[in-house]
C-alpha cells in the first residue's frame, strides 16, 4: 500500500476522523486530506506524530505491501502475455481476412449475371447473402449487386414480353 493508503487506513483503524487528527497536529483538515489523497506528503516531525498517535511504526506508514507488490508483478506480467497474444490474433485475423477477400469474385459474377434474364434476378441475391463486411469492397458490391438485379428485371421483362405477354404490340391486318 502507498503512504496515503496506509495513513487513511491507520486514522480509520484508531477511529479518528481527520479534523480530529489535524487538530491535534495543529494543521487544517486540507493538510491531512491531501496526505490521504496522495496530492501531499507529510513532513518528517508530522510523520513521528502520525505514528505515535496512530501506534503505528513508522516503517509500517513507509513501506509499501510486499503482498501487493507481488501481485502487482505477476499481473503486469499476465498482461504482457495477453498482449502479445492480441498482437498475434490480430496479425492473423488480418492475414485471413487478406486471404478470403472474395470482392472481385463477387463483382465479376454479378455483373456477368446482368447478361442472363432469368439468373441475372437470382445470383445477385444470393451475392449479397454471400458478401462479407471483411470483404474490401463490401459496398461496391451492394450498389452493383443492385444494379445487375434492376438491369436483370428490365431484361427478363422484355424477354417475356417479346415471347409470351406480346404487352404493347399492335398487329396490322389486311381487310379484303
Known sequence: MT??????????????SQSEVAEILNITRQSVSKWETGKGYPDIDNLVLLSKIYEVSIDELLHEN???????????????????????????????????????LLL?????????????????ILILKSNKKTNKHYHLIKVICLCCFIVSGFNTFIFLNDTI???????IQLIK
Open 3 to 16: 503512504l496515503a493508503e496506509q495513513l487513511k487506513i491507520s486514522r480509520k483503524n484508531k477511529g479518528f
Open 66 to 104: 510486499e503482498i501487493l507488490k507481488k501481485k502487482t508483478n505477476e499481473n503486469n506480467t499476465i498482461v504482457e502475455r495477453n498482449k502479445h497474444k492480441l498482437e498475434e490474433i490480430q496479425t492473423t485475423t488480418k492475414a485471413d481476412m487478406e486471404k478470403k477477400d472474395d470482392s472481385i
Open 108 to 124: 465479376i459474377l454479378s455483373i456477368v449475371s446482368c447478361l442472363i434474364p432469368f439468373l441475372g434476378l437470382v445470383i445477385p
Open 165 to 171: 405477354f406480346h404487352i404493347g404490340e399492335k398487329s
